[in-house]
């Protein structure tokens, strides 16, 4: 079945033009990305693999990458150097093990569970 210049249905005409490039589509560069585990308490902690996709689901930002068996696998963000240096974590040089916002989430779920 060819692709058609543009997508039918019974309310709407829109042009193929108008839709973004495939998700599946390899870097723009070409140069496989990659990324490390590099919170402490994870199981994978040291770990890197290639970077197959960056998004966010339900409000998380995630990473998908194959595992050593093969398997489609996907990780927090925050949990890996994907997402570059958290700006906190950069000015506090180490010495808060808490960020701000995850605190005031914390007392959040606490307030609610009394």
Same mark, same amino acid.
């Given at each position: 079945?060819?692709?058609? =210049? ?5 309310? /709407? /005409? ?6 973004s490039r495939l998700s599946n589509a390899p870097c723009e =560069? @070409? ?15 040291g770990s890197e693999f290639e970077l197959l996709e960056y998004?966010?689901?339900? @409000?998380? %930002?995630?990473?998908?990458? /194959? *595992? ?6 996907? $990780?927090?963000?925050?949990?890996? *150097?994907?997402? @570059? $240096?958290?700006?906190?974590? +950069?000015? =506090?040089? @180490? ?5 701000? +916002? %995850?605190? $005031? ?10």
């Open positions: 079945m060819a692709r058609s =210049s543009a997508v039918h249905n019974r309310y /709407h /005409h829109v042009p193929l033009s108008l839709w =560069s @070409g140069v496989r990305k990659r990324f490390r585990v590099t919170h402490p308490f994870h199981p994978l902690f998004r966010t689901n339900w @409000g998380e %930002d995630r990473v998908y990458f /194959h *595992d050593s068996e093969g398997h489609l696998q996907s $990780i927090l963000a925050g949990c890996t *150097d994907a997402a @570059g $240096i958290d700006a906190f974590v +950069e000015i =506090s040089a @180490g010495r808060c093990f808490f960020r701000y +916002e %995850d605190l $005031i989430r914390l007392a959040d779920l606490l307030k609610e569970d009394q």
